[in-house]
T-cell receptor
Framework: AQKITQTQPGMFVQEKEAVTLDCTYDTSDQSYGLFWYKQPSSGEMIFLIYQGSYDEQNATEGRYSLNFQKARKSANLVISASQLGDSAMYFCAMREGSFMEYGNKLVFGAGTILRVKS | EAGVAQSPRYKIIEKRQSVAFWCNPISGHATLYWYQQILGQGPKLLIQFQNNGVVDDSQLPKDRFSAERLKGVDSTLKIQPAKLEDSAVYLC?????????????FGPGTRLTVT
């Protein structure tokens, strides 16, 4: 079974609007971490936001927020006020178990390509 | 602060040849990762080092891939002999802390084409 599922291969959003990128995960561990990375056409992966499984509040970092619904095993990324520079591939990733058990081994989804229109 | 450096950026080889990639992590980062990213897919972890010891190499095809991290700093990843399916971008990443929230900083990658 897929550990990380990103069902949207591609998304379009109008500049200055908000967009939600979907991510569902599969794990039986109680302790895990969820990450979102951005990969522009240059190829470099850029960390955006992190949510721990025990965090009660949804994570936020500037224009990025993570809509964490533990019971549904979803960790959607919300980008507010989209900018042209947000056009990129976005990856959801999961670390299963705690760092002490498994190090920081990440499993990535297949990604969603986002295009921001002016 | 200088980022993760990788070289070469691009490499084209024929199948059955060998190739090596180099990575210099951010200064002071104890953990180093090598990922393989096939076109249209997310990165897949090949090997993780903590200082100069291997933490996880369960997805490294050890019959053809090898990696080392001398003195806990620079790392090299080698493929010998290469196959067509090894065509991918090879990403190196490093991280500073040892904890659940441990952001990984990625290099620009090496794009390998095997013909």
């Amino acid at each position: 079974a897929q550990k990380i599922t990103q069902t949207q291969p591609g998304m379009f959003v109008q500049e200055k609007e908000a967009v939600t990128l979907d991510c569902t995960y599969d794990t039986s561990d109680q302790s895990y971490g969820l990450f979102w990375y951005k990969q522009p056409s240059s190829g470099e992966m850029i960390f955006l936001i992190y949510q721990g499984s025990y965090d009660e509040q949804n994570a936020t970092e500037g224009r990025y927020s993570l809509n964490f619904q533990k019971a549904r095993k979803s960790a959607n990324l919300v980008i507010s006020a989209s900018q042209l520079g947000d056009s990129a591939m976005y990856f959801c990733a999961m670390r299963e178990g705690s760092f002490m058990e498994y190090g920081n081994k990440l499993v990535f989804g297949a990604g969603t390509i986002l295009r921001v229109k002016s | 602060e200088a980022g993760v450096a990788q070289s070469p950026r691009y490499k084209i080889i024929e199948k059955r040849q060998s190739v090596a990639f180099w990575c210099n992590p951010i200064s002071g980062h104890a953990t180093l990762y090598w990922y393989q990213q096939i076109l249209g897919q997310g990165p897949k972890l090949l090997i993780q080092f903590q200082n100069n010891g291997v933490v996880d190499d369960s997805q490294l095809p050890k019959d053809r891939f090898s990696a080392e991290r001398l003195k806990g700093v620079d790392s090299t990843l080698k493929i010998q002999p290469a196959k067509l399916e090894d065509s991918a971008v090879y990403l190196c990443a490093s991280s500073p802390r040892q904890g659940d929230y441990d952001e990984q900083y990625f290099g620009p990658g090496t794009r390998l084409t095997v013909t």
